[in-house]
């Protein structure tokens, strides 16, 4: 027997009640019916252009900031940022990420803190050696999920609603 329970409700906030054909018992998760917001497809790069972002830039003059820096396009060439990046898929990787849900995001930041939490406790100050590898551990899985959680808000500023 199929049954298929779908229930829409109309407001500002919409909610979708769905039967998830999928399910199996298990000991973590949702239960057979989950209740989540109604997903809506967004176009990152369409609303960048919608909101002049590069126009903006433009005017507030950070290219000629990052030229003073040093940063300019010819260094990127020199560096081959674009090629590597290609190379390890980091532009599908990008647009992924793009699509997702900034929550999703966020949630992933937590467990991350929490492994670099562990590698300050776990990982003996016995020697100078453990202390940096320590310090390098740690400090790369925080930077990893502060970027989540940024990535997070800057994705849920551009896929909110217009």
Do not use: C, H
């Amino acid at each position: 027997m199929d049954v298929r329970f779908d229930y829409y409700s109309w407001g500002d906030d919409v909610q979708v009640n769905k039967l998830d054909d999928n399910w199996e018992k298990q000991w973590f998760g949702a239960g057979i019916f989950y209740e989540g917001s109604e997903q809506v497809e967004v176009d990152v790069f369409k609303k960048l252009e919608k909101r002049k972002v590069l126009s903006n830039v433009e005017k507030a003059g950070l290219l000629s900031k990052a030229e003073e820096l040093g940063f300019t396009l010819s260094s990127i060439e020199k560096l081959g940022v674009f090629s590597k990046a290609e190379e390890l898929g980091l532009l599908s990787l990008l647009e992924k990420v793009a699509g997702t849900s900034p929550s999703t995001l966020a949630s992933a930041a937590l467990p991350i803190l929490v492994v670099a939490v562990a590698a300050v406790v776990l990982i003996p100050d016995d020697s100078t050696g453990l202390v940096v590898v320590q310090a390098l551990v740690a400090g790369a899985l925080t930077v990893g999920a502060a970027g989540l959680l940024i990535g997070s808000v800057v994705l849920g500023g551009l896929q909110e609603a217009d």
